[in-house]
């Protein structure tokens, strides 16, 4: 069974992958949060710091995500809802328009349809 610990590292390189487009210093830029100390969470030495608490509720308010989110495993998730949950909030929006039209544009074709 993982650690806590396991799934906040495998949960932060998830978000760095697909919020962050892969670049931990383009998540540390937009979070505050040392490009350092990101590394070395990663790193496969002694030298290797976990995600404690202060920092997973620290990463989940940077990133508008929900609380404890860092401690429930997401890596592995095949769930849209929670993938669009992910990204930053001017993403969230454009899914949401697109989704908006694609179900006006289903809704009006349905209309014609049934004329």
Same mark, same amino acid.
């Given at each position: #069974? ?8 495998? @949960? ?11 670049? &931990? @210093?383009?998540? =540390? ?6 490009? #350092?100390?990101? =590394?070395?969470?990663?790193? @496969?030495?002694?030298?290797?710091? +976990? ?15 929900? &609380?404890?989110? #860092? ?9 849209? =809802? +929670? ?6 909030? @001017? ?9 908006? =039209? #694609? ?5 009006? %074709?349905?209309?014609?349809? %049934?004329?």
């Amino acid at each position: #069974m993982r650690t806590v610990y396991e799934i906040r590292r495998e @949960n932060l390189k998830y978000l760095i992958q697909v919020r962050y487009k892969g670049v &931990p @210093n383009q998540m =540390a830029k937009q979070t505050g949060i040392a490009q #350092m100390q990101l =590394a070395r969470i990663f790193l @496969n030495s002694d030298n290797r710091r +976990e995600v404690g608490d202060r920092l997973a509720r620290r990463i989940e308010e940077a990133c508008s995500l929900e &609380p404890a989110w #860092m401690d429930t495993d997401h890596s592995r998730s095949d769930d849209l =809802a +929670e993938r669009i949950q992910m990204l930053d909030l @001017n993403s969230r929006q454009a899914v949401e328009k697109i989704v908006d =039209a #694609m179900i006006i544009t289903r809704a009006e %074709s349905a209309a014609k349809g %049934s004329d």
